[in-house]
């Protein structure tokens, strides 16, 4: 069986979904590896048509949609993957939409109906989560749950921090998505302790080409800067890991609001934190469905926090403590490494193309 992957150029989820398990099977697809870059659309379209079945992630475009429909014509098995919800009321993220031009407007909403075309034409779709997967079988009763691995061999040896400072990290979407007032109340005490350095790893750069998506983010930035922070913009995927080791942070926090779009979400930004021995801590929602806990075996290799007290209690307990940090820290390293590897979890997306076309060989 010979199968192709086809990104909409989101490098770093294409990563987890796709050249992971690419790699690990032996597949093809755009990317060799995480340093190479993208083949031609020529090369892409060969490839594909040597191909038995074509994954598309995250397919946004309805040109993609078209590639895929002719593909189907010509016999191949199309699958979509899809890690995130694009529901218009969902919160992705709601508090950006009303900043958008009219223009970008449209073209955010366009992206739902683009996606359930998609999922609606394809031979199975995958996505990382059980509650994602419920939205797709509204139009496709061909979806497969695929969760979000880690390569331990992508990351190198886990960095510590040995300075009388606690790095505390705050990564990815949680600063732009409203989760940050989850822990608006820690972040208050937090910033007046001499012993606590708050890392933000978030947002974008600020350059001439990017000062259009900065200023979309300027409630964000004006937010964080008052808690006077270490920051570290968005970097491409092939330097990420590289770059979240080098912060040497002692104990991750992972808020999230309770709504539709972050129960979509996944545990990865946990399986970042713990491969690098990082403790983390982590939102509890009311009915025990966030992202860290619907996995019974995540709980016991993280900490939950579900108010802002929890968040308040939880965390300054563990700054507090060294030796629980760092048996935590252990502890979800040992545990992701056993159960999160790629490398472990490779047959999984293969079991699962196979389903489609079992005389494929």
């Not at 739902?112 to 995958?126: G, H, Q």
């Not at 937010?223 to 970097?235: A, D, G, K, R, S």
Request: glycine share 4%.
């Amino acid at each position: 069986m010979k199968v192709y992957y086809i990104g909409m150029g989101y490098k770093s989820c294409y990563y987890v979904r796709c050249l992971q398990p690419q790699i690990y099977n032996g597949w093809n697809g755009e990317q060799k590896s995480l340093r190479t870059s993208v083949a031609s659309k020529e090369q892409m379209f060969r490839d594909a048509m040597q191909s038995d079945v074509i994954v598309f992630h995250r397919p946004m475009d309805s040109k993609m949609l078209e590639a895929a429909q002719l593909l189907k014509q010509a016999g191949k098995k199309i699958v979509m993957d899809n890690d995130d919800t694009y529901r218009k009321d969902s919160g992705v993220p709601t508090q950006m939409f009303g900043r958008l031009n009219d223009e970008l407007k449209k073209a955010v909403d366009h992206i739902d109906t683009v996606l359930k075309k998609f999922a609606s034409i394809s031979d199975m779709v995958t996505v990382s989560t059980e509650f994602l997967a419920n939205e797709y079988r509204d139009v496709n009763k061909n979806v497969v749950v695929l969760p979000n691995c880690i390569d331990p061999m992508d990351w190198d040896k886990p960095k510590r921090n040995d300075t009388d400072t606690i790095r505390i990290g705050i990564v990815g979407s949680v600063a732009s998505n409203k989760d940050y007032e989850q822990i608006k109340p820690l972040l208050d005490i937090l910033k007046d302790n001499p012993k606590v350095k708050i890392v933000l790893f978030a947002l974008p750069p600020k350059n001439k080409d990017t000062q259009w998506v900065v200023d979309i983010y300027k409630p964000e930035f004006d937010f964080w800067n008052q808690y006077n922070v270490e920051w570290t913009p968005f970097c491409q995927i092939e330097d990420y890991m590289r770059t979240l080791n080098n912060l040497k942070l002692d104990i991750m926090l992972i808020p999230r609001h309770d709504n539709y779009f972050n129960r979509a979400k996944s545990n990865v930004k946990f399986l970042e934190a713990s491969i690098l021995g990082i403790p983390t801590i982590a939102q509890s929602f009311t009915d025990g469905l966030s992202p860290y806990e619907v996995n019974e075996a995540d709980k016991d290799n993280l900490i939950l926090c579900q108010s802002e007290q929890d968040w308040i209690d939880k965390t300054l307990e563990l700054v507090e403590n060294k030796e629980r940090r760092e048996t935590l820290g252990a502890k979800a390293r040992d545990y992701v490494i056993t159960n999160y590897n790629i490398k472990a979890n490779a047959h999984k997306w293969a079991d699962a193309y196979k389903s489609l076309w079992n005389e494929l060989k």
